[in-house]
């Protein structure tokens, strides 16, 4: 009898298996929970990184710069890691430049961006030298008083609030009325007052959106972002010296979802890169990503507890749970709940499978990690591996919910 098609995760072949347990660095899964000495703990492979940055290194013209956005993970060990990798890491607050400074970046080639940059923050980074996305009106005119005041010379970008939005992203950031950046038609007047203050201008940043997999939709965002850039910088009061197009470059986490197409991407940004060189002809063009960089190469590991059969069906309870993948069980902005892809990582060989739900500890039915999914076979003592949780998973979770202890982060 046909069976209605049932969507598939996509393979998480990036991750190699030995006698029958997933290997994380070489290391099988129950050697690293044994080193861990505790479960739930996150693993990050360091080859993985490297490779992706390879990968991409590959597929867009070598002059566009690639900078780590460390907001998808901020692990002080993974991003001293990224800082050798990449050719600039992007930051979102104070305390995120600090560890980009601690893993050794080169403060030219940080930048920091985010919609409430507070007064003392924006003193520490003009001290540090790193580059400033101003978002508004009153973050220019408090960096010329902090200049005034400290004989320091700020740098800054301006993040433009694009009057285009990013198709097909899974989160827009970018478009209509926005609290990031500034609107595009409001641009020329702070360019202006930029140009008053004395204060360097070097460019602009724009950042249509996040986990995209329309490799079309990409395009079309970095084309429009580059073509609003060069229009705007009629108005500056000098050279633009770095271009921004943002990224936004998703991962597959859902049944049906495929891996990104970068090769119309790269094709498109030689031919901006061609057309910088006539109409912006100071620029270099930057990318910053963050998930795309780090998200496949992490998993999250959570040990059985207890196995129940309620009314029929079958849940694994585990120790970890939403409170350390908040993603995972679908309430980081999620529309829809889908399972992540998940696997018994002790177990990869197993011919037994079964249907069942994986819960964690907390006392609320929103702790579910995985929703009537198909896995080998488990029993108490078992781990259980998510996938894909190199991104927005240990730093975007509440791990204080509830109490329990707090999980591991390994770099392998
Ligand atoms: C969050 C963010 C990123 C990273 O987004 P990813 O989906 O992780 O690639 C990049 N730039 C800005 C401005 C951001 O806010």
């Given at each position: 009898?046909?069976?209605?098609?049932?969507?598939a995760?996509?393979?998480?072949?990036?991750?190699?298996?030995?006698?029958?347990?997933?290997l994380?660095?070489g290391?099988?899964?129950?050697?690293?929970?044994?080193?861990?000495?505790?479960?739930?703990?996150?693993?990050?492979?360091?080859?993985l990184?490297?490779?992706?940055?390879?990968?991409?290194?590959?597929?867009?013209?070598?002059?566009v710069?690639?900078?780590?956005?460390m907001?998808?993970?901020?692990m002080?060990?993974?991003?001293?890691?990224?800082?050798a990798?990449?050719?600039?890491?992007?930051?979102?607050?104070?305390?995120?430049?600090k560890?980009?400074?601690?893993?050794g970046?080169?403060?030219?080639?940080?930048?920091?961006?985010?919609?409430?940059?507070?007064?003392?923050?924006?003193?520490?980074?003009?001290?540090?030298?790193?580059?400033?996305?101003?978002e508004?009106?009153?973050?220019?005119?408090e960096?010329?008083?902090?200049?005034?005041?400290?004989?320091?010379v700020?740098?800054?970008?301006?993040?433009?609030?694009?009057?285009?939005?990013?198709?097909?992203?899974?989160?827009?950031m970018?478009?209509?009325?926005?609290?990031?950046?500034?609107?595009?038609?409001?641009?020329p007047?702070?360019?202006?007052?930029i140009?008053?203050?004395?204060?360097?201008?070097?460019g602009?940043?724009?950042?249509?959106?996040?986990?995209?997999?329309?490799?079309?939709?990409?395009?079309?965002?970095?084309?429009?972002?580059?073509?609003?850039?060069?229009?705007?910088?009629?108005?500056a009061?000098?050279?633009?010296?770095?271009?921004?197009?943002?990224?936004?470059?998703?991962?597959?986490?859902?049944?049906g979802?495929?891996?990104?197409?970068?090769?119309?991407?790269?094709?498109?940004?030689?031919?901006?890169v061609?057309?910088a060189g006539?109409?912006?002809?100071?620029?270099?063009?930057?990318?910053?990503?963050?998930?795309?960089?780090?998200?496949?190469?992490?998993?999250?590991?959570?040990?059985?507890v207890?196995?129940?059969?309620?009314?029929?069906?079958?849940?694994?309870?585990?120790?970890?749970?939403?409170?350390?993948?908040?993603?995972?069980?679908g309430?980081?902005?999620?529309?829809?709940r889908?399972n992540?892809?998940?696997?018994?990582g002790?177990?990869?060989?197993?011919?037994e499978?079964?249907?069942?739900?994986?819960?964690?500890?907390?006392c609320?039915?929103?702790d579910?990690?995985?929703d009537?999914?198909?896995?080998?076979k488990?029993?108490?003592?078992?781990?259980?591996v998510?996938?894909?949780?190199?991104?927005?998973?240990?730093?975007?979770?509440?791990?204080?919910?509830?109490?329990?202890?707090?999980c591991?982060?390994?770099?392998?």
């Amino acid at each position: 009898m046909n069976r209605p098609a049932v969507p598939a995760h996509t393979p998480m072949s990036q991750f190699l298996q030995h006698a029958g347990e997933l290997l994380v660095g070489g290391i099988p899964l129950s050697r690293l929970a044994a080193r861990a000495g505790q479960t739930p703990f996150y693993a990050y492979d360091r080859q993985l990184l490297t490779r992706r940055v390879d990968e991409l290194r590959t597929a867009l013209p070598p002059s566009v710069k690639l900078h780590y956005a460390m907001k998808a993970n901020p692990m002080p060990a993974l991003v001293c890691h990224m800082a050798a990798l990449v050719d600039g890491i992007d930051v979102a607050s104070a305390g995120e430049l600090k560890v980009a400074l601690d893993a050794g970046a080169d403060p030219r080639e940080i930048s920091f961006a985010g919609p409430a940059k507070r007064r003392s923050e924006l003193r520490q980074a003009v001290a540090a030298g790193i580059l400033i996305n101003v978002e508004s009106f009153r973050e220019v005119a408090e960096l010329a008083e902090i200049c005034a005041e400290s004989g320091h010379v700020a740098r800054l970008a301006v993040r433009v609030n694009p009057d285009f939005e990013l198709k097909s992203a899974g989160m827009k950031m970018g478009g209509g009325a926005r609290q990031f950046g500034v609107d595009a038609e409001q641009v020329p007047e702070l360019l202006a007052e930029i140009g008053r203050s004395g204060m360097k201008f070097e460019g602009f940043h724009l950042f249509a959106g996040a986990q995209n997999l329309k490799c079309e939709a990409i395009v079309e965002a970095q084309r429009k972002s580059f073509e609003l850039a060069v229009l705007l910088a009629q108005s500056a009061p000098s050279a633009v010296r770095f271009l921004n197009l943002g990224g936004g470059f998703g991962i597959p986490y859902f049944p049906g979802e495929q891996r990104l197409d970068l090769t119309p991407i790269g094709h498109n940004l030689a031919d901006l890169v061609d057309r910088a060189g006539r109409e912006l002809p100071e620029a270099e063009l930057v990318i910053e990503l963050g998930r795309y960089l780090v998200g496949e190469a992490g998993i999250y590991v959570t040990r059985i507890v207890d196995r129940k059969v309620s009314r029929g069906h079958t849940f694994l309870v585990c120790d970890g749970g939403l409170h350390q993948h908040l993603s995972a069980s679908g309430n980081f902005g999620q529309v829809i709940r889908k399972n992540y892809p998940i696997a018994i990582g002790n177990r990869m060989a197993a011919g037994e499978c079964e249907t069942v739900s994986v819960v964690g500890p907390l006392c609320t039915p929103l702790d579910l990690l995985a929703d009537r999914m198909e896995l080998a076979k488990a029993e108490i003592g078992d781990l259980v591996v998510i996938f894909q949780s190199g991104a927005y998973g240990f730093s975007a979770s509440p791990q204080a919910f509830l109490g329990h202890p707090f999980c591991l982060e390994l770099l392998v």
